[in-house]
């Protein structure tokens, strides 16, 4: 299982995240009712409020290696707390945990980036790459690492990528994907139709002091590979 130890990345943001923060979330887990939530919106809104203060100085400290952390608040990155339960079995009304992700163009962002996910009882977890593409996304990052396996299991094999982050993840086709053969040696990747890789940290890093740089760190050895990710839709968008 990978392991976001601690750090060496040294940061000079200072923001962390409230013990209570947490606890709301792990109170929220176990009472996901609307009455609920109307009794204790005061906690949710200084929960929150805690959660968009660590982004806005996160978003600071990424600017240093990423340049689509400039220009945007944490109020860009922050998903709502509100289920969309039309067409869900699920009913539960809230989300139990809190999300963001930083990408060019903001949380509605369709390109690879960087997420954070907040939730209590060990759930937290740091992750990156490109997510469910659509059609011609995916042709080209398929392309891409088949044209370039050497340069991407540089990155997604080496040792420190994968001590935090284990095996990229992502759902797959049971079957070869259309124009490529069963003995292609980048076949066990180019089956993914989303190549994420995922980081879980504990409730003790989240509440540490220095959870800035476990952040910072993990979204700095995400880099190389959501660029290269990135690397073939830029020449879409050029079309």
Do not use: C
């Amino acid at each position: 299982m990978p392991t976001g130890k601690a750090t060496n990345y040294k940061t000079t943001m200072s923001a962390t995240i409230d013990k209570s923060t947490l606890q709301f979330l792990r109170d929220l887990a176990r009472n996901n009712t609307r009455e609920w939530f109307a009794e204790n919106k005061p906690r949710y809104e200084k929960a929150r409020k805690n959660y968009l203060d660590f982004l806005d100085e996160m978003l600071k400290e990424m600017a240093r290696f990423e340049p689509v952390a400039n220009a945007q608040t944490g109020k860009d990155l922050v998903f709502r707390i509100y289920r969309d339960v039309r067409f869900s079995n699920d009913k539960r009304p809230y989300k139990d945990h809190f999300g963001a992700y930083v990408a060019d163009g903001g949380r509605k962002s369709i390109l690879p980036g960087y997420y954070l996910h907040l939730a209590g009882n060990n759930n937290s977890f740091l992750a990156g790459g490109l997510w469910m593409p659509p059609a011609d996304y995916l042709k080209a990052v398929r392309q891409e690492i088949d044209y370039n396996l050497h340069e991407f299991k540089a990155i997604v094999e080496a040792t420190a990528f994968k001590k935090k982050f284990g095996d990229l993840q992502g759902e797959q086709l049971k079957t070869t994907p259309k124009g490529y053969e069963k003995e292609n040696p980048a076949i066990e990747y180019l089956r993914f139709k989303s190549w994420n890789a995922v980081m879980p940290l504990t409730d003790k890093q989240v509440l540490s002091n220095d959870f800035m740089a476990v952040v910072m760190d993990g979204f700095k050895s995400l880099k190389p590979f959501n660029d290269f990710l990135t690397a073939p839709l830029k020449e879409i968008g050029e079309d």
